[in-house]
């Protein structure tokens, strides 16, 4: 048997960017005040016409080549085997920031009260008991999903690259977007 | 997991400083970045903090003013929460909650809680001084002895409660009130008492269906209704809905979140909703696809409907009302009696007109013409009452005897009262208004309001003219208010007392929307020095009887625990299916229900026992008997001003949370390019609005999700932020909502102001 690598699903369409998900984080691993690890960006107008009426939700996109693995000195990083989830091991961590400083999605946060750096762990600890990421189980439109195996993932309709998310091919995002789709308006 | 810090608790609770000071502390020490660091430690993603079990689960809900009163597990360690979740039994919940209900224990943690019972010494002076809580229902007890020793009654004594804790034992404090005397109540609602009104006289009571059932509808028109912000669980059936097939047509004078979910959108004039309804109504009628048999069978006054329609409506009347242009119009009217089953959620936001009623009305006419009342996945939604059958037992007190009182009209009402039989007696409590509560002060004598008790409310940032408010409390002798933060009431308090969050005390929970019951049981104990209402009333109740025996007739033996066990009773029990409130310590239950449609029996409770198109008793109140047009409000300034909710806060809370402040540091006015060029503003720059009540500073951000004509700021109160909407809203009353709730609506998205650069 092949490894797997789970990943998320992000449903555009179906996102309504109420910020369930980074607060389910936030709920669930009390980050120290301005670091989160789940955020959910607004799409510019130049791509969704609405300023604030399409998002991305996003954390740690656990790559399948991941840099800050890569760039990290002490080797606080490492790939789980069993479902790619990547892991930053923050009690190895000396707060030099390489890794904050390498990824271009932004996913791993200095933490100013530890010196140290943190990230989305994909609630690997959930998953290890058969529960869902805690971002995953607090969105209430079933926007954002969780993907067990990408290998096996449905792609029709999908896209690895929402316009607006940056693309880095090489390291092989483990997410997948729906777009957004806009109504017929009409307007006085 | 890391430790938990027993000792900073401890320190913390012990704590004797004023807010003030302790805050001053924390800055000092540098403490305040994470503070409460001790209970709130944050966790590290491979401290196993997960899911490895051993905690003690316990059963919340969520008892804010909101459609989704979702149903919460709790997750505690030590006598500390870690975590909580949404309830996974229930199907509504499911598992999730929202931005909010994910913050609510750092409600409960915030380091800005009001921990003991204080006293300003003038009034927004911030000059706190911690008292015991003896001391404080002393200065309390002796006050209302006084009032009533000076005006032979405690009518002098004002109540002003509304919608900051639906769990069913805060009823306790309307009890606390009645167990003293006849009182004045500020009563009514703020929020849907329009749209009630027209309902009952359409249906013969407000009854919505199942919004699980939404996965049946065919065709579905979100009507000034906004549930990607103020509903989120509810738009997974609807996106069910559409995967089914079904077109979502939403209508808002704002392009909503929940109109970028649209298959379309229409941006109408604001306050034109009931023209719009017409005129579909005119064109399906024109066309012959109204249900026959529904009108005949099951209404009264269909002809006369008709007769109005093709006398004084056409499609191009509404089209030229409305904006919306006739073969729009023409089309959805179409598309929506043909598809079957089609149904309108009617948000609450569109009756806040001074044509609310009758526009609900007409709406209502639409939906039933084309014969969708009744249906599974159809239906006109608004909201019920359903499930409320509790006994109310902490709301209904006996008065001291010899209490005197207000001598003529009945007593207060409010559309969760279930009638406390205080229309026989000789005398009543006073009701004024809530929705003119500076007005209502101002203007009551013989006697005067001499003292307010605010409790589950922040008048300050939720009620109108606020100009008008300040001058009104300044006529009061005496305020106490009871809150868990220091908001913008509070300021202007002489006595505040800390009140427990939901996670400290015993209370039940059902919903206006959805039909699940839902325990709430005390995960964690009080902290600081907070009560819930009940032991406040227990304790106030203790104190009077001490000072003046027999003055109180609140038990002063019960705690919200018992309180909450005295609110079941077998119609509860039977209609959710279960033997014991126990039962609800394994989950949520749901009402169990003969059909998820409202009035699938077509037993209307009019007085026809039909749907009444023409509704006599409508026009007996002063209104049409037909839901005919009613014209908007004349604008008194050049811009519409509204003011709808936020996602990230109900009312004046949760914003003010540091947890929410991550994700919505600042409020903003939302201005349309087109305007923002013409008077020269700029997107992030300071722009200074002035209405006919008052003005205020604030950062524009410049969207086409607002019209041209209008300028948007959400409610709410951020701390240590003086934004206030509500210095900008007069008190204009809608033009329904006295039958059923005792005071007209209040007319909040009427209005209008101007704006320039600062």
Excluded at chain 1, 69 to 78: K, R, S
Excluded at chain 1, 135 to 149: K, M, N, R, S, W
Excluded at chain 2, 504 to 533: C, D, G, R
Aim: with cysteine; glycine share 8%; aromatic share 12%.
């Amino acid at each position: 048997m092949s490894k797997k690598q789970a990943g998320f699903y992000i449903d555009a369409q179906r996102c309504i960017g109420c910020y369930s998900c980074a607060m389910a984080c936030k709920n669930q691993y009390h980050q120290e005040p301005g670091v989160h690890w789940r955020y959910v960006y607004p799409l510019k107008e130049e791509i969704y016409p609405h300023r604030e009426r399409a998002w991305m939700s996003l954390a740690c996109n656990h790559c399948e080549h991941p840099t800050c693995l890569e760039v990290c000195p002490v080797e606080a990083y490492y790939k789980r085997e069993k479902d790619g989830v990547v892991v930053h091991e923050q009690e190895k961590c000396i707060g030099c920031q390489n890794c904050i400083r390498s990824c271009p999605y932004g996913a791993p946060r200095f933490n100013p009260a530890r010196h140290q750096a943190e990230k989305c762990s994909m609630c690997y600890q959930r998953l290890d008991a058969g529960l869902k990421p805690a971002c995953v189980q607090g969105c209430p439109t079933y926007a954002l999903q969780f993907i067990e195996d990408m290998a096996s993932f449905d792609q029709s309709g999908k896209v690895q690259y929402l316009a607006g998310f940056p693309r880095f091919p090489e390291l092989n995002p483990s997410v997948r977007f729906r777009p957004p789709r806009e109504p017929r308006e009409v307007r006085r | 997991m890391a430790p938990i810090d027993r000792k900073f608790i401890e320190r913390a609770l012990a704590s004797p400083v004023t807010r003030r000071k302790f805050l001053q502390g924390l800055l000092v020490s540098g403490a305040l970045a994470s503070m409460p660091g001790g209970l709130l430690k944050a966790v590290t993603s491979e401290a196993g903090i997960t899911y490895e079990g051993k905690y003690q689960v316990f059963r919340n809900a969520c008892p804010r003013n909101c459609y989704d009163t979702c149903s919460i597990k709790t997750y505690v360690k030590d006598g500390v929460v870690q975590f909580i979740e949404g309830a996974p039994e229930s199907t509504f919940t499911a598992g999730a909650l929202c931005v909010k209900g994910f913050s609510y224990w750092r409600r409960a943690y915030s380091p800005d809680r009001i921990k003991y019972p204080m006293v300003q010494q003038g009034r927004g002076s911030g000059n706190w001084k911690r008292v015991s809580w003896d001391e404080a229902m002393t200065r309390i007890a002796k006050k209302i002895l006084e009032i009533k020793k000076k005006d032979d009654s405690l009518l002098g004594l004002g109540l002003t409660k509304y919608s900051g804790n639906f769990g069913i034992t805060n009823y306790g404090v309307e009890g606390m009130m009645s167990s003293l005397g006849y009182t004045t109540r500020f009563v009514g609602t703020p929020c849907w008492p329009a749209g009630i009104d027209a309902q009952n006289y359409d249906l013969g009571n407000m009854w919505c269906n199942d919004p699980e059932d939404f996965v049946h509808a065919r065709y579905a028109i979100l009507w000034g209704a906004n549930p990607a912000w103020c509903s989120v669980h509810t738009m997974k059936f609807i996106y069910e809905a559409q995967e089914r097939g079904a077109k979502l047509v939403v209508v808002d004078p704002v392009f909503s979140q929940t109109a970028a979910k649209a298959d379309e959108y229409w941006r109408p004039n604001t306050g034109q909703d009931g023209a719009l309804a017409l005129g579909m109504c005119r064109h399906i009628l024109d066309k012959g696809m109204y249900d026959k048999e529904f009108v005949t069978q099951h209404a009264v006054g269909f002809e006369e409907f008709a007769e109005y329609l093709r006398r004084e409506v056409t499609v191009e009347w509404a089209a030229q009302k409305s904006g919306i242009p006739a073969q729009d119009i023409a089309k959805v009217a179409e598309e929506f009696a043909t598809a079957k089953p089609a149904t309108i959620w009617i948000g609450y936001g569109l009756q806040r007109h001074v044509n609310g009623g009758a526009m609900v009305r007409a709406i209502d006419a639409l939906v039933a013409m084309t014969g969708n009342v009744g249906k599974v996945g159809g239906g006109a939604r608004y909201g019920h009452l359903y499930t409320w059958g509790f006994n109310y037992h902490a709301l209904i007190q006996k008065q001291p005897e010899g209490s005197k009182g207000y001598v003529g009209a009945t007593g207060p009402m409010g559309e969760f009262d279930t009638g406390q039989g205080a229309k026989a007696a000789k005398y009543s409590d006073r009701a004024v208004n809530i929705n003119q509560t500076a007005r209502m002060i101002l203007e009551t004598n013989d006697p005067p309001v001499r003292m307010l008790w605010v409790s589950c409310k922040n008048p300050f940032s939720q009620d109108f003219d606020l100009t008008m408010l300040k001058k009104a409390f300044k006529k009061l002798e005496m305020v106490v208010v009871v809150d868990q933060f220091y908001n913008q009431t509070v300021e202007q308090a002489d006595i505040v007392l800390p009140v427990t969050t939901l996670l400290e005390e015993w209370t039940q929970n059902v919903s206006y929307w959805h039909y699940w019951m839902s325990l709430n049981e005390q995960a964690i104990k009080p902290m600081f020095e907070s009560k819930s209402n009940i032991e406040i009333a227990a304790l106030l109740s203790a104190k009077m009887n001490q000072l003046s025996p027999g003055s109180c007739t609140f038990s002063p033996k019960l705690n919200s625990k018992k309180w909450m066990e005295m609110e079941f009773n077998k119609g509860i029990y039977d209609l959710f299916g279960i033997k014991s409130w126990q039962d609800l310590r394994k989950g949520p239950v749901k009402a169990k229900l003969a059909s998820s449609a409202a009035w699938h029996d077509y037993k209307f409770k009019t007085p026809s026992g039909k749907y009444e198109f023409k509704s006599d008793l409508c026009k007996e109140h002063g209104h049409q008997a037909l839901p005919e047009y009613l014209a908007n409000r004349k604008p008194y300034a050049p811009y519409r001003l509204l003011t709808p909710h936020s996602k990230f806060n109900i009312h004046s809370q949760f914003q003010n949370l540091d947890w929410m402040a991550e994700f919505n540091p600042e409020p903003f006015v939302y201005i349309n390019p087109k305007l923002a060029a013409k008077k020269g503003i700029a997107d992030g720059s300071l722009v200074k609005l002035s209405s006919k009540v008052g003005e205020m500073q604030i950062k524009a951000k410049l969207t086409d999700n607002v019209a041209p004509d209008t300028l948007l700021m959400y409610e709410g109160w951020f701390n240590k932020n003086p934004y206030n909407v509500q210095n900008m809203v007069d008190d204009t009353s809608a033009d329904m909502g006295k039958w059923k709730t005792g005071a007209p609506g209040v007319a909040i998205h009427d209005q209008f102001c101007d704006v320039n650069p600062a």
